[in-house]
């Protein structure tokens, strides 16, 4: 410490330290950067991004020292976040992941991830607060405010000037954001023209448009009912087969039921967001599609999407309502929701009594979205239209290492499941699977009867796997198998079409489509055109290279069901 005048302890800097801090910065400031980046070509942007995080810092503290510790702070902060983003969700950290997530998503982070969150924001704090205290101690000589606002313009200029000669913002259109480099500079190239954006754009589109085609009739027999439709997105839940992991029968079952099409399901994310796994089924369209834009489709692209699952089953007649398992301000899905054509949301943290909102804490079981649904089902089938009700689970959701059951419960299937992988987090997937089948099971069994022989399609799906089958399987985030879970259509009180018909591997943009095939409902012109592409692109829809799906696109900006201006 440093005393007052008259005091006799000598400053940190009279000691040297100060200069020894300062060394120290310059020699750890390139091997943090190249760990960062992980490519010696992405070098330059990544040194060029430390400089002006420098620059930046040095606005904030006068001093050389403790400007360069607090830029290395920052650019571990950056770093590290990211890092444990990419390993957990397949994503680097970007801008959006601030100003569009973080308000309504950090409770759950926390809540679901806290091993991990509260040791990480803990040693952020007290990092920061080493910096803090290090510029109270460090005596040095305070640059003058308008020497350090020329060197953060210089900083700035170098940094944009290799930014563009790296390639600029396209340089890092979706793919660069998704592997497991560039934790630094795809971060700050986000705040520069990298994403996301205010005004969504597709970046697969041509500009020639493609013909929609004639729409496709009806299948049902003269006076056959449109049948009623329950989809169901079962939440971090994958067919483990999928993965070379044997199941039990009961999984086989719920996984491949007899006389149902089932399969693999492409999905756009890996470990969290399911955000746009709901988009690419509920719109018919990839996530992807919109490039650095993809992760925030439920806020750039509200009110935007004028063609979709919903909104077509409403022109049929078809009451349409969804069950949310969170609140209408997570990832602004209440909006979203809303604008795509459900006409009445419910949400699991609003629900009144009888809902246990306790147990909903402790558990989020399906059993109780499921008794929610019982309950608007038997409303909307008393009233004689045919109803579309979506539900979206939430049990298998979240940290794995967490126990929401008692040891003993399932316990036999928990020790098998992490003998045969020897992964403990599997064991405790496997036991919230066990629950996710039993409850599916008496749902369907009591909405069966609910129907007194009316015809139901159930359309259920995955929307990504869980974090640990990285685990499982040695594979990195970004690799395709980890993009896939499974899909399932069931028939009740009626039958599937014979020539209903999919690919080994389905994309989750084509399962609108199916769902409407299944239930010998009429393809409108852009169903129909997307039913046809399904030979082009079947998975996965974003990396194909079709140029049809591409005019796709275009037709859909130019007839406004896709609204981009």
């Given amino acids: 410490m440093r005393k007052h005048p008259g005091g006799s302890m000598q400053g940190l800097a009279s000691l040297g330290v100060g200069q020894w801090l300062g060394a120290a910065g310059l020699v750890a400031a390139p091997p943090l950067v190249a760990w960062l980046e992980g490519r010696r070509t992405a070098w330059p942007l ?109 900083a700035a200029f170098v940094y944009l000037c290799v930014l563009w000669a790296s390639g600029g913002p396209k340089r890092f259109r979706f793919h660069h954001l998704t592997d497991g480099r560039f934790h630094l500079s795809a971060f700050v190239a986000s705040w520069f023209g990298a994403g ?31 049948p009623h439709i329950v989809m169901i997105m079962h939440e971090s839940t994958f067919d483990p087969r999928h993965l070379g992991v044997a199941v039990n029968g009961l999984f086989e079952r719920f996984f491949t039921p007899p006389d149902a099409l089932s399969g693999a399901l492409h999905v756009d994310v890996f470990g969290g967001s399911t955000l746009q796994t ?67 949301v419910s949400y699991a943290e609003t629900l009144p009594p009888p809902f246990d909102a306790e147990r909903w804490k402790r558990e989020n079981h399906d059993e109780q979205l499921y008794d929610h649904a019982r309950g608007q089902l038997s409303h909307r089938l008393a009233a004689g239209k045919p109803c579309f009700l979506s539900i979206a689970t939430l ?43 039993g409850a599916y099971d008496a749902f369907r069994k009591r909405f069966e009867i609910m129907l007194h022989g009316q015809p139901a399609i159930i359309v259920r799906y995955g929307d990504h796997q869980p974090s640990f089958t990285t685990a499982l399987t040695g594979l ?55 039913a046809a592409l399904l030979k082009d692109c079947a998975a996965p829809y974003f990396d194909s290279a079709s140029s049809r799906k591409r005019r796709f696109h275009r037709a859909l900006v130019e007839a406004g069901m896709v609204d981009l201006a």
């Fill in 46 to 154: 990544g040194f060029a991004t430390f400089f002006l995080l420098f620059g930046l810092a040095h606005l904030l503290f006068a001093g050389d020292i403790v400007a360069l510790w607090a830029a290395l702070v920052l650019t571990a902060v950056i770093g590290i976040v990211s890092k444990l983003k990419y390993r957990h969700l397949g994503f680097n950290f970007l801008a959006g992941d601030i100003y569009h997530l973080a308000a309504s998503s950090f409770r759950s982070v926390l809540a679901d991830h806290a091993r991990m969150t509260i040791p990480a924001l803990a040693a952020i704090v007290t990092i920061v607060s080493g910096v803090i205290l290090l510029a109270l101690m460090i005596a040095e000589p305070a640059m003058p405010l308008p020497q350090r606002i020329a060197l953060f313009c210089v």
């Fill in 278 to 344: 709901e988009f690419s089924v509920l719109t018919g369209l990839s996530s992807l599609s919109f490039g650095n834009d993809s992760r925030y489709v439920f806020h750039l692209l509200s009110g935007r999407v004028r063609h979709t699952l919903p909104s077509a089953l409403k022109g049929f007649g078809y009451d349409v309502s969804h069950i949310s398992c969170d609140r209408p301000s997570f990832v602004n899905c209440g909006r979203f929701y809303q604008s795509i054509g459900f006409d009445t």
């Fill in 196 to 226: 996301p954006s205010r005004r969504p754009a597709f970046i697969d589109i041509d500009q020639e448009p493609l013909p929609l085609l004639p729409p496709v009739p009806s299948k049902r027999e003269a006076g056959e009912r449109m």
């Fill in 476 to 530: 990195p985030p970004s690799d395709p198998a980890l993009r896939r879970t499974f899909y399932t259509i069931e028939a009740v009180n009626c039958t599937l079409p014979h020539d209903l018909a999919a690919p080994p591997v389905l994309d989750s943009a084509f399962l609108s489509t199916l769902t409407l095939q299944a239930a010998r409902l009429p393809l409108d012109p852009v169903f129909a055109t997307r």
């Fill in 395 to 437: 049990m298998n959701h979240g940290d794995h290492r967490r126990r929401i059951f008692p040891i003993e419960r399932h316990g036999q299937l928990r020790r098998e499941a992490v003998a045969a992988t020897g992964i403990p987090f599997y064991g405790e997937y496997s036991v919230r699977l066990a629950e996710t089948v």
